[in-house]
């Protein structure tokens, strides 16, 4: 069942593009941040599709519930009076320089993507306990990158308690 | 006998799967076909539990208040189920003027859905998971990470002041509790080295000493995880005594304000639903999933204990709400960061202990020590801070 089993990866592909560029074009930004979220989880099932169990999930769990709500919560916060889009954009190319701007950093991406030496590789066979082989992973060779989030998030935490805190006069 | 009560569900499945094969119907039809008659009957259970439960918890709560619940429906009250949805089905559907008509509509839906699908990866019996994950654990909570973003349009498309508050409070709360729950989670999935749920009820198997069983309940991390879990889960799914965003007397309902009739419905089912998967979870983690209690209980199918145990821990929730008052945002928040949080640390340091010390009474000492003193400290630390001072009072002359 080859063609069903590709579709499971177009079709959340097709509705990622589209909600991704709806949320760009919306006008009230709540349905801009809400088109965001179904990206988000468009991208979890294309994850999941691919046979990325573990890192679907965690996208999930992450971009759905957690950024997604701090995106909600800066656009409250910051805000609360005026939540349409102003009419004048940010820079003066138009809609036409923006579409150019994003093919050209499109095919920069794609030229980076397919040049490096990941992409010449065959696909390594999937670990039978994937989940027990990122933890190997992150706790054995590429420790460096637990380490760094774990500084990452004791500067969030410091930084949010500095910001909680009241100012002593 | 008793094995074939217990396999009676599978093989009633497999029969009818074979008598439709045999009528020539191609494989992926019948895989799909076997889907529908699963994820229908899982549903079908719950959405009955869902009823009885609703008649259950004012019956219990009116029986601790010293009066009777509803009993003019039906035996006992049991069919006020019925009669309440014949209420919210033909009640008006008020949807405010200036409210975001999309999103209003959307999000009963957008809550409606995560409850339903983190059914699948329950074990609710011996070979009895619909959905059969490796990761499933982290499926439960990635998927019900979707309830806040609900909760959030719920608030926001109200275009009301007081469900934007109640929504942005709820959020708070959930995101807050959702750490304790997460790590007392992994706690269980740690000494069983799976995230599958399967695997977790497999490994409280056997009973030490020919009676004891091996649930994780029974261990010090065990039994401080549970209790972190579950009021985490109380806490998560809105009840009291954290229900401060949807309590009648603070802001009249929070985000549910401007829902009537049939949205409100779902809403109710969701939560409920939701309680009784985070009950169904916490009955798999740490009071053994499907397992007996004892070894003479086995004939009694693994099923009905499963249904046993999720029922015993609903019907707890229902009493704690009986029982205790509703938490301010303030001291809820507090309390989840200040109090749960350290306590869940203490019981993943304290499994770690118990799982590399070998199994024998140093590894309990310690484990319980690793616990123990860590609740002794918090819990001072809580108490000195709210001590009622000694009272001077003045009298007007």
Redesign the interface.
Known sequence: MKIIGEWFVLLPAAVLLLAAGASVVMRNLIHAALCLTLSFIALGIVFIALGAEFVGFVQLLVYVGAVAMLIVFAILLTRPDRLTKSGTPFSGLGPAGGAATGFAALVVLLAFIFSSPLAKKPLPAPASAPVAAIGGALMGNDVVALIVIGVLLTAALVGAAVLAMEDKP | MTGMIERAPIEILGWFLGLLGSFGVPG?ILAAVSAVIIIGTVIGIFLGLFALTSVMERKILARVQNRYGPNRVGPFGLFQPVADGIKMITKEDLVPRTA?K??HFLAPVVMMVPALMVLAIIPYGRDMVPAE???GI??F???G??T??AV??AG?ASNNKYS?LGA?RA?AQM?SY?LPLVISAIVAAMIAGS?SPSAIVAAQGGFAFGFVPQWFVLTPWGFTACLVFYIAALAEANRSPFDLPEGESELVAGHLTEYSGFKYATFFMAEYVGMFAVCGMLVTLFLGGWQAPLPFLTIVPSWCWFFAKVCFVAFTMIWVRATLPRLRIDHLLAFAWKFLLPMSFAAFLSAACWHYAGRGPLAWLLSLAIVGIPYLILGNSFTNRFAVSRRTYQFSE
């Open positions: 992926w975001d999309a999103v994950l490796n990761s982290l499926y909570f990635a998927v990470a979707g806040e973003v959030f349009m926001w934007v942005m959020i995101i959702e995230l």
